[in-house]
T-cell receptor
Framework: DVKVTQSSRYLVKRTGEKVFLECVQD?????MFWYRQDPGLGLRLIYF???????EKGDIPEGYSVSREKKERFSLILESASTNQTSMYLCASGRGGVQETQYFGPGTRLLVL | AQSVSQHNHHVILSEAASLELGCNYS??????LFWYVQYPGQHLQLLLKYFSGDPLVKGIKGFEAEFIKSKFSFNLRKPSVQWSDTAEYFC????????????FGGGTRLMVKP
């Protein structure tokens, strides 16, 4: 079974704080993804990575950065958290290729006050 | 850019009723199609997927979906729902040859009354 874990289930931060969300996968997957999930909007892709130290912007990268120093770990960074970044953040991984299936972690619910 | 539409945001059914959730996408090329489910308090799980071949795809828990290319649709069906099917359902599309980025629909929240 693919396992994708996220460092926190719930986080409360203040406006302006730097926030780190960590994601680890145990299936040696090439690709890793960060999404945010908001009611009525589904999941929107923030960033993804197809290899160590490689990253690509998704649909809504503004206000976020990412880091992938090791294959199994993909971090999402909010340099200066704002209230409009209050959301559920989901990490996913996939083995790559044309017929890729993405597997999701449990999510981190972030509240920015 | 491609888009995915799920027409029903909230659906309420009684147990044993039949279910059909609509999903339409905008990309004109070859696509991979997915339905994911998120049960209350749980993470997003794959329900079924279509890559190629038979357009009628069977997934877990008695769900199926039919890919109709001419209608750009991938509707999810179940002949008889159970209370345990209460969840949020997401359709997702990956445009082949345009990267591995999934585009998700807005989700449909299903409540099944016992």
């Amino acid at each position: 079974d693919v396992k994708v874990t996220q460092s926190s289930r719930y986080l409360v931060k203040r406006t302006g704080e730097k926030v780190f969300l960590e994601c680890v996968q145990d299936m040696d997957h090439e690709n890793m993804f960060w999404y945010r999930q908001d009611p009525g909007l589904g999941l929107r892709l923030i960033y993804f990575s197809y290899d160590v130290k490689m990253k690509e912007k998704g649909d809504i990268p503004e206000g976020y950065s990412v880091s992938r120093e090791k294959k199994e770990r993909f971090s999402l960074i909010l340099e200066s958290a704002s209230t409009n970044q209050t959301s559920m953040y989901l990490c996913a991984s996939g083995r790559g290729g044309v017929q890729e299936t993405q597997y999701f972690g449990p999510g981190t619910r972030l509240l920015v006050l | 850019a491609q888009s995915v539409s799920q027409h029903n945001h909230h659906v309420i059914l009684s147990e044993a009723a039949s279910l059909e959730l609509g999903c339409n996408y905008s990309y004109g090329g070859t696509v991979n199609l997915f339905w994911y489910v998120q049960y209350p308090g749980q993470h997003l799980q794959l329900l079924l997927k279509y890559f190629s071949g038979d357009p009628l795809v069977k997934g877990i828990k008695g769900f199926e979906a039919e890919f109709i290319k001419s209608k750009f649709s991938f509707n999810l069906r179940k002949p008889s729902v159970q209370w345990s099917d209460t969840a949020e359902y997401f359709c997702a599309v990956n445009a082949v040859n345009a990267g591995n980025m999934l585009t998700f629909g807005g989700g449909t929240r299903l409540m099944v009354k016992p």
